[in-house]
């Protein structure tokens, strides 16, 4: 295969048909990782633009219009953004390896200045840095992320507030932990942890699988 013409690319899946389509296409290893709005027509995403510059996109999927909501100076790194409960805002993992330090910020998902929520000391090779891994919760109040932990491959699950301050241990600590989500009453989080094997992976969706309630009750 010629690595001049491989894509990277965003697909969207119906999870009713099981179907993709392509959504948007780019050079490869010019793109970050998607977040997709609550509304499910807007994904935003970093871009490169030159060395040491990139973007934060809004992408109108049903225009196919761009619009940058945000610029930094790094790229080695960037997290996916995570964007609010509301919509409204946007938690933004910004690495600056020459400065040793790591930022936590967030900025309006209609563009606007940033806000910073806390500063993290950064070494390239520590074990003390922030993942990329970041998740709202329901009600807007905090945002959860994950930082190594300094025993071995063990990693830690932190939260903030979403108004600043300092962020506070929550006693989840697992091997590998990433990928975590928090579900939509705030009282469970669901991850995946451990080894990682090369294997096919696959997409499922699970139904019915909350207990039935009696009526009336």
Partial sequence: MDAKNVRQVYCRLDVQTGQSRIVRDFAPLTVGPPEL?????????????????VHLVAYDMESGKERVIHQETAWRRLSRPAISPDGRQLALFVPDVSKKFAALKVVPSNGGDARELYRFPWEEDSSRTTNSDMAWTPDGRYIFFIRDSNKDSLRELWRISAQGGEPQKTGLEKENISSFCISPDGRRIAFDAGLRRAAQLDLWVMENFLPRTNAGR
């Fill in 37 to 53: 709005a609550g509304d499910g027509k807007t994904v935003f995403y970093w871009q490169s633009q030159k060395p040491n510059a």
